[in-house]
Every structure is written in C-alpha cells, then in structure tokens.
C-alpha cells in the first residue's frame, strides 16, 4: 500500500502518479525524502530487490542495498539541485543476488511550497532480461541481430511513451519502429467499448491504405475479438472464414495476415493491438514476445491517458459547474419573472423587497408548485449579494447518504468511491446566496452541522479537519410544517428558529385566483413560441373551469397542463383536456370547501389510481403530478395515502 500521508491533499502530480499506479505488477515505484530514506516502496520493486516491503521503510538505499546505493546517490542529488527529472539506466549487484542486474531509473523531483526539493519519486524498470539478451547477441553473430533491433525497438516504444502523454500523437511512430523488425504495412488500436462486444479503431496506421475500409469498429466474430476473448496474442495466416464487413474490408486493403495482441489491464482486457501484412506468413510466434511487451506499455501508456483526461474532464466539469451556478444575466425591472397582480401575491413581493437588502436567514414556505424557487431567487437578486453565484440544492433529491457531501463537500479517501476531492454547495455559495429547498428533509445528523455555518459560518468537508470559513446567505424552502416536525422531534428546534429569522409564506393559486388568467397566458404564449404553434384565443368556459379549479398542485400544476394543451391543440384555439381536472365523485364546488390538504390528497388518490400506483417512469405519477419521485413519496406518507385508497378493484 501507499504510505498514508499526513496531508494528502498536498500531493504534487508525480505524487499522485505513483500513487495512481502503485499497485502496478510490472513496474517498480517508491518514494524518498530528502535523505535518500524509503517513504514508500510497492511490492513490485520490493520484489527486484529480494526483500519485504517493511525491509524498506525508514531506512536508506545506501542500507537497503549496498554498494549500489553509492552509484545511485550521485544521480539523487542531481535531481533534488536541479529540480528535474533525472532519466539513467544502471547496472549492479543488489545484495540479495547473485547475478548483476540491470534498470532504467526516473527520478521525480516533488517541490514543496517555496520550490524546495523534499521528496523524490522513482520509477524502476527492470531490464535485467533485455541486456542479458543484448549480451548474448553480441556474441552470437548475425543469426540474433534481429533481436537486438527488436529490443531496440522495445527501447524506443518505451521512450517514445514516457515522453509523451498523447496516444494519438506517439501511435504512428510506434507503428513506424515496428515495421523495422516486423514490416507490417497496417497497425490499429481498437479499444472495446463499455456497454457492447464491439471493437472501434481508436487509432490507425495505414500509409498505403486505399480507404476501402468501410467500418472502423470490429465485432466478437473476428479475429480481434477472438484474441480479446482469449485474452492471448493470436496470429491469423488466412481471415476468409470470418464473415462480417470489418474482416472484408481488410482483405479488399490487400492484407493476408493479422497479428492481434490484447491490451491487458488490471481490469481486464481493454482493446487489441493489430497489425496487418499483404504476406500471407508475415508473422511468426518469435514475434509475439515483442508485440506482448510493446501492448504491455501500450496498456499503461492507455491507463495514464485515460486517468489524466478524466482528472481534466472533472476540472472542466468544475469550471462549467460554476459558471452555470454563477447568477445569470440581469433582468430589468423588480419582479419580471413572477407573474400576477393579486393582493397575495403583491403582499409576498413587499416582503421580499424589504428582506432583500439585509443578510437575514430567510424562510420560505408554502405548497408544493406555489414558487418558491423563484422568490428565492427574486431576493437573491434584489440584494447585495446579486453579482455573487445562486447556488440550489433539493434536499429531498439527493439520497441521504450523499447529502451530507453535497452540502459540505469531500476529501479524497473520505470514503469509498472518493477518488478525489470535491467542492460542495456551500463553498461554490461563497459571496453569494446558498438555496435549499425542501429543507426539512434534511437528517437529523446533518442539522447541527448546518446550524453551525447559519450561526458561525464554517464546516469542516467530510473526512477532513480543516475548518473553512464561508461568506454565504441562506435562503431556506419548504411545504411542510417545520414546526410539526420539531414538535415531533423530527426536525431540531434551533436549527428551526435560526432558519425563521424572516418568514415569507407563499400563497396557493387558489388563495391568488385571480392569477389564473395572466398565468394561462403567459404559458400559454411560452410554449407556442417554443413549439412554434399559433394559438390565439382561450374559449370562455374554458378559462372559467380553469379558474374555478382549486389547483392543488399549484402554479407548476397550471404550467404541465397548459403545455400538455398545446402539444394537444390544433388549430387556433386553445384546447385543454378539462376532464383531467375532474376528481371522481366530487363536485368542483364541494371542492372549494376542503382543506388544501384534503384537495391534495384527494387529487395523488386519483393519479395514482389512474397509473395503477406506478410513482416513476414517463407515465408515472410523479411524471403526471409534475413532482420528483422523492417528494411525491414523501407527500403519500405526509397525508396518510394508503394502497387501499387507490388501488383498482381488479388489482
């Protein structure tokens, strides 16, 4: 394993190479500090120098491995004065054999903060093998020069990798080496896709092709997927009998021969190296040993790619994270995208005025679909704050595992999965306005963590102990009544007072009736212009139906049916499906008389009896009522909706 450091975050990029790649089988790695003393050594080079890994640690190279540690100093300190890389190759006698060795060395310079040199990272590579092979040719004569151009080849694969972190860039001239020793006329990369059998050609080298290659990706039944399969370097001296379009547009090339060596990791196979010939016996098993060790460096030259394109992906990913976070262009006017006219809803907009310009904790609560989203953002915008990000976050979306990372963000190794670490939504909030809908689906274990920033305004990432301090507003979303929750001990009572600094209660549609007509045309105008529809009257029993219904699932309720309706309308007038508003058994002018709850309930009741109980999926309840699929969840437990209430008699 590698050596837990005392501040993993502090690790440089070599650092995180090694450690990346520690547990490799083939190559050897370790690190020293400053005194040439073993930090951290993997059992691979463990093994080359014949002793455990505990043999290593704590002790210097010059006692670990004797009169061999004498030559390597030099080249150490080499490393530590200039700060750079130092690449050699060595020869010796370690300790514990009997034979002289032979290794090519990278030494890494890892600088700490100031530029100083305090730990060096190695790279061992064991080629004993290859210079007892170079030894031997030099006596045998002409019959084995042959195998030294092929180690020379070797030698310059390797050194054509470990300069440059570009497959594409290195793949033609690694093709190139190769066809000194094998003359191959054609040389792929197929790398096998994720999720199907199929093998696409990643990379291509074919200077004499007559583009007569139709597909660029080949299937199990071929010979790169029978070497893929056997995972074992296969020779094809004739590819007639393969049947499919990839093999035909081989041989239409002229090729008579394939080579195809499978791209081996610790996962398993991930592609084939292939290399083709007009000959029909161009290739012979002599030739495997050095296509073997050619894929070998292939595969990790593939690895370190794939591992250095995810770390920039996740950058990237970050980088476009906060500039979609970031507010948004500036709007003219007070309030231009919150639409109504209604005492109601002008007596929230006074409060949000007023709140705006202060730092107060804000509470805004109300039934699902009444907006809360939007006020939030209204306040976000009118105050100080407004040119910092509006950061959100549903609480009730994100399961309670993760939630706590969400919010707070994670180390890397804080747990497993946490391959490195990330930023939460708080300090993405930093100098602007933190928004947390559905706040009272928060656990009760997470409470006090997020009471502590509302009162002091820090938190520690999870598996760290670092305390950071943050300049954020809290903004505070829910539709359930937190002080039931409190009186239920479900929700902590501090925690609720601080969130109620200043309270904002959202009305219903149905408290806003008046409403209802400029919503239906400011819908109604969004989605023709967006479905590119010309709609221009709303009948008048229409629109009566449509202001007399209680809404329970307020404005977002109003929204999903007036884009249904045009979806559905041809012609010029508007026509909305009424009977979706027409609850079983009930009369719309008993409806009025119901409590919000009641109406609510009585409406999922119908949904969920109309879907069979089906909550997800395109045709789900939680589809048809507009909600996610947790929030609906959590309503059907709120209200005390049970499966006898909606389930069908032939159920």
């Not at 520690?22 to 080359?48: H, K, M, Q, V, W």
């Not at 990272?121 to 019959?143: C, F, H, N, P, W």
């Not at 990839?246 to 991930?270: A, N």
Request: include cysteine; charged fraction near 25%.
């Amino acid at each position: 394993m590698f050596v837990a450091l005392e501040h993993p975050e502090a690790l440089t990029e070599p650092e995180e190479l090694l450690k990346a790649y520690f547990n490799s089988t083939n190559i050897g790695l370790c690190l020293f500090d400053s005194g040439f003393r073993y930090l951290a050594i993997n059992r691979t080079l463990a093994a080359i120098h014949g002793l455990p890994v505990e043999a290593h640690l704590a002790k210097t190279v010059r006692e670990v491995l004797g009169d061999l540690g004498d030559l390597l100093e030099p080249k150490f300190q080499q490393a530590i004065e200039t700060k750079k890389p130092i690449h050699f190759e060595i020869s010796g006698m370690l300790p514990s054999q009997t034979e002289k060795g032979h290794w090519i060395v990278h030494y890494l310079p890892v600088q700490a903060t100031g530029g100083r040199v305090t730990r060096v990272g190695a790279v061992v590579l064991d080629v004993t093998a290859q210079k007892k092979m170079e030894e031997s040719l030099q006596t045998i004569g002409g019959q084995l020069r042959q195998e030294t151009t092929r180690l020379h080849v070797l030698r310059d694969v390797s050194s054509l990798l470990s300069r440059h972190q570009d497959i594409s860039e290195v793949f033609p001239k690694i093709s190139a080496r190769l066809r000194r020793v094998l003359r191959q006329e054609f040389a792929s990369l197929a790398i096998r896709e994720e999720n199907t059998d199929r093998l696409v050609y990643e990379l291509t080298d074919f200077p004499l092709g007559k583009g007569l290659m139709s597909d660029h990706f080949a299937t199990s039944n071929s010979p790169q997927g029978q070497a893929l399969h056997a995972r074992e370097a296969m020779i094809f001296t004739t590819m007639q009998e393969f049947e499919n379009e990839s093999t035909k547009g081989l041989l239409d090339e002229g090729l008579r021969s394939l080579c195809c060596v499978p791209l081996m990791s610790p996962k398993g196979p991930m592609g084939v190296v292939v290399l083709g010939s007009t000959r029909p016996t161009a290739f012979k098993t002599d030739d495997l040993e050095l296509i073997n060790q050619v894929a070998a460096q292939l595969a990790i030259a593939i690895e370190n790619h794939r591992a250095a394109t995810e770390i920039e992906e996740l950058k990237k990913r970050l980088g476009e994270e906060r500039s979609y976070l970031a507010s948004g262009p500036r709007i003219e006017g007070r309030f231009p995208e919150i639409i109504g006219q209604s005492p109601a809803l002008k007596r929230v907009l006074d409060q949000v005025q007023t709140v705006s310009a202060s730092e107060a904790t804000t509470l805004i609560s109300g039934d699902t679909g009444t907006g809360k989203e939007l006020i939030a953002h209204a306040i976000h915008r009118l105050s100080p704050r407004t040119g910092g990000p509006f950061v959100k976050l549903n609480c009730a979306a994100i399961p309670t595992g993760l939630l706590e990372s969400e919010l707070f963000g994670h180390e890397k190794g804080a747990f497993t999965g946490a391959i490195m670490r990330k930023i939460g939504r708080m300090e993405l909030a930093e100098g602007g306005t933190l928004f947390l809908d559905e706040v009272g689906e928060i656990p009760l274990e997470l409470q006090p963590k997020l009471l502590r920033v509302l009162q002091e305004q820090e938190f520690e990432r999870l598996g760290s102990v670092r305390t950071i301090k943050v300049n954020l507003r809290i903004i505070a979303a829910t539709n359930r009544r937190l002080e039931e929750s409190v009186a239920r001990h479900e929700f902590r009572s501090d925690l609720y007072y601080r969130l109620h600094v200043f309270p904002i209660r959202l009305p219903s549609l149905r408290e806003r009736s008046d409403d209802i007509p400029l919503l239906i045309r400011h819908f109604v105008h969004k989605y023709t212009a967006r479905m590119d529809r010309q709609i221009e009257t709303i009948p008048k029993d229409t629109m009566k139906v449509l202001c007399d219904w209680s809404w329970p699932g307020n404005v977002r309720e109003l929204e999903n049916l007036m884009e249904r309706s045009v979806i559905l309308t041809e012609g010029s007038a508007l026509q909305v499906p009424l009977a979706e508003l027409r609850l079983p058994h009930r009369a719309a002018s008993e409806e009025k008389d119901r409590t919000l709850d009641e109406a609510e309930k009585l409406h999922i009741i119908r949904i969920l009896r109309e879907t069979r109980g089906v909550l997800s999926g395109p045709n789900g309840a939680a589809r048809r009522l507009g909600l996610k699929r947790t929030t609906l969840q959590s309503k059907i437990q709120r209200l005390g909706i049970k499966r006898d209430d909606y389930k069908q008699a032939d159920d």
